[in-house]
T-cell receptor
Framework: EAGVAQSPRYKIIEKRQSVAFWCNPISGHATLYWYQQILGQGPKLLIQFQNNGVVDDSQLPKDRFSAERLKGVDSTLKIQPAKLEDSAVYLC?????????????FGPGTRLTVT | AQSVTQPDIHITVSEGASLELRCNYSYGATPYLFWYVQSPGQGLQLLLKYFSGDTLVQGIKGFEAEFKRSQSSFNLRKPSVHWSDAAEYFCAVGDNTNAGKSTFGDGTTLTVKP
């Protein structure tokens, strides 16, 4: 089966610009996650969707970050305006079910550099 | 709040030697525990997981991990390391009461010497 797809793979922007990332999960996976992975750290959950509803967005900086999952399939994560500290790899993952018993499958990530 | 500590930032072992990566967790109930591997430029791949039952868990690529409740640990082991095992390894604890939220450690980078 096809894995989790993400685009773009790399993005360089200047601070205060906006950027968007796209994720297409594995077919049939109801749960979708966006993580931020800063260099030298583990992934940190930004937002979790179950179908097209938000389950957890407690760590999403809502003043600048937004995410949507229209029709319960693919998803976009947007940053507007970007700050230097947003430089990180943004990982998308999906799973069949939101409970921890189901494996999360990760995409390759988008590496964002903010200058 | 749940948390994970991986005490070793970087470990170097010789090819063919045994490996143990340490993981300590903090969680109020019986945890769900995971080990993931991340190769450069790649996403994370699940190596193994523990939910309940036998405390020694077998995973892919010859890895195993042992859950020790008394020590709040879930250390990853491999008896003989291959050069292809060089990567970053992440331990994670999953919330078994909330919608599967996982908290990751900061990872251990494994270097394999020829």
């Amino acid at each position: 089966e096809a894995g989790v797809a993400q685009s773009p793979r790399y993005k360089i922007i200047e601070k205060r610009q906006s950027v968007a990332f796209w994720c297409n999960p594995i077919s049939g996976h109801a749960t979708l996650y966006w993580y931020q992975q800063i260099l030298g750290q583990g992934p940190k959950l930004l937002i979790q969707f179950q179908n097209n509803g938000v389950v957890d967005d407690s760590q999403l900086p809502k003043d600048r970050f937004s995410a949507e999952r229209l029709k319960g399939v693919d998803s976009t994560l947007k940053i507007q305006p970007a700050k230097l500290e947003d430089s990180a790899v943004y990982l998308c993952a999906s799973s069949l079910d939101p409970t921890s018993t189901y494996e999360q499958y990760f995409g390759p990530g988008t590496r964002l550099t903010v200058t | 709040a749940q948390s994970v500590t991986q005490p070793d930032i970087h470990i170097t072992v010789s090819e063919g030697a045994s490996l143990e990566l340490r993981c300590n967790y903090s969680y109020g109930a019986t945890p769900y525990l995971f080990w993931y591997v991340q190769s450069p430029g790649q996403g994370l791949q699940l190596l193994l997981k523990y939910f309940s039952g036998d405390t020694l868990v077998q995973g892919i690529k010859g890895f195993e991990a042992e859950f020790k409740r008394s020590q709040s640990s879930f250390n990853l082991r491999k008896p003989s390391v291959h050069w292809s095992d060089a990567a970053e390894y992440f331990c994670a604890v999953g919330d078994n009461t909330n919608a599967g939220k996982s908290t990751f450690g900061d990872g251990t980078t494994l270097t394999v010497k020829p």
